[in-house]
């Protein structure tokens, strides 16, 4: 917003002081150097220390100015951002005194930071903050080796909520902390080879009967077929959140999900996407997914061996591979038949893609067309968006056209390339869905 002469910054901020809830500096290593406020102009610095009703902080040291603006907000704070910059910030002790100085401290976020052993001053101060946490997110912090707690004792951090590891050390010191959570609904761990898969499953059969999980995300730790399902068996029926990394699942996760106790709306993610394998076995065996994350690989003859069931997802973004190996018989209206099971969407983008050169890309292809069997699609009365950029081969005219006005009430957007290889028809159809649908967002790469 533009600034007269007589309406300076500083002048601004003055008049919204008791207003500010929220300041936030930028990593120190950031090309945005005016946000620094070692960088601010005097003025500008005197006026954030005037700011004494914070509850969000983002920071990026711990200078004097930084050190004073949290001791000047200690009883409103309830959200501490600490983003240093290397490990070489070592006047960290002042930090821990201040943290444990704020009574509404309610969510923290530490990166680049030695928080220690338990037993050391740092650790007691540590343990004694997480005590009144509902969330907590440690980037690439360092844990001291943390001995068990004591056998029996209640949970020590009774009202986490939220927990994240991000590349930290100490996967065992991670687990201490973790069993100390027992109202824990969001549990992140990204991690490499070192994280002890077997550990993590004991765990899970410890807490099975207390835990409130709703959401677990593993990206990065080294999981296999068997320890996947090993921990989808030990989940509560309450996590229905998943994110791992590894796509080389198999047998053993699809029947894990499909024989879990029932989970609503599940969400799955594989960061590296899902193989036609996996895709089509979770499609064909899990009813309650909801999102099958990112994207999906399916070789066109895997539709052959089982209907999908995957009656409540709302976004698919799928691969056909090698539609052209498909028998005549079965035909493109296979295809069809095994997306109109999926009643729900909302989302769809189809791509194609062929495995033997020699076939030729998009011969064959999908064209949707009411003759080659799109009609069977008007189940799809929730979508929304549909996303045909990447098929070559559409052959549409003003019949599917008027189709799929009529079918598909709620779509709001479709993504084209050519709706038909003929330019003129292709121009024609644009003009007959605008007039048709005015609301309808139309995108052609063409």
Known sequence: MPHSKSDTLPEA???????????????????????????????????????????????????????????????????????????????????????DSMPRLRHLELKHVNIGAKNSSQGEAFVKICERLEAMHLIICTLGDWPSFEQGQPGRFPKMKQLEFMFVNEPYTQLQMIRQCPVLEDLTCRSDSSFPTQDFIHYLCLTRSTSCLKRLNLQGCAIFDADSAAIIAQLPASCNQLTFDNSDFGALFITALAEAPLRRDLSLTLIHGIPSHLAHGLLSRCPNLQYLLPFCEVIATDLLTAPWVASRLVKLELTLLSVTHLPPEFGHSGIYEQLSRLVSLQELCLHEKEISDRLGYGRLGLDFSLESGMGVLASLTQLRRLDLRALQVLRMDQAEALWMTTHWPALTSLDVGWLNRNIRLHDKMLEFLGQRRPELDISSIY
């Open 13 to 99: 901020l003055l008049r919204n002081l008791p207003h500010i809830r929220g300041i936030y500096f930028g990593d120190q290593d950031s090309q945005d150097h005016h946000h620094h406020p070692s960088s601010a102009p005097s003025d500008l610095k005197s006026l954030l220390l005037q700011c004494r009703n914070l509850t969000t902080l983002q920071l990026n040291n711990l200078s004097d100015e930084m050190m004073t603006l949290l001791e000047y907000n200690l009883n409103t704070i309830q959200r501490i951002v600490y983003h240093s910059n290397s490990f070489k910030v070592l006047r960290q002790k002042p930090l821990w005194d201040i943290l």
